[in-house]
């Protein structure tokens, strides 16, 4: 994964310990003053709540132990790898498009950042500026060429 892509993990981690995980809490004592558990609504959604905050930090936390960090900005080359932006053009449409290519935790298509396991960024990796990449889609084959290789 990219640094950016660390640094989300790692800010969304301490939102979960820091301020969702001690509102729970709260909201579960909250509910227990409320009287008998078993019919009691607040406490089981509260409950329910934790399971999933306390979900979400494990999967985290193995996402981070897990993940080996790139730095981009530490890569030049004129090859498409992990961390490149790439530029694009629709061989058939003439759309540009350009896309950073970054792990599968931080893939955002609205944000221009493809999932290095995606079909596009597949097509991509080992081409340099001017080669066509031909991609597989659910609505048939699409034809790429790479116009820009950046390294931001």
Known sequence: ????????????????KTAERPAVIAAISEARSHGDLSENAEYHAAKERQ????????DIEDKMARAQVIDVSKLSGSQVKFGATVSVVDEDTEDKARYQIVGEHEADVKKGKIS???PLARAMIGKETGDVVEVHTPGGGKAYEITKVDWV
């Open 116 to 118: 290095i396991l995606s």
């Open 51 to 58: 399971g999933w905050i306390e979900g979400q930090i494990a």
């Open 1 to 16: 994964m990219t640094v950016g892509g660390w640094k989300a993990l790692d800010d969304e981690l301490k939102r979960l």
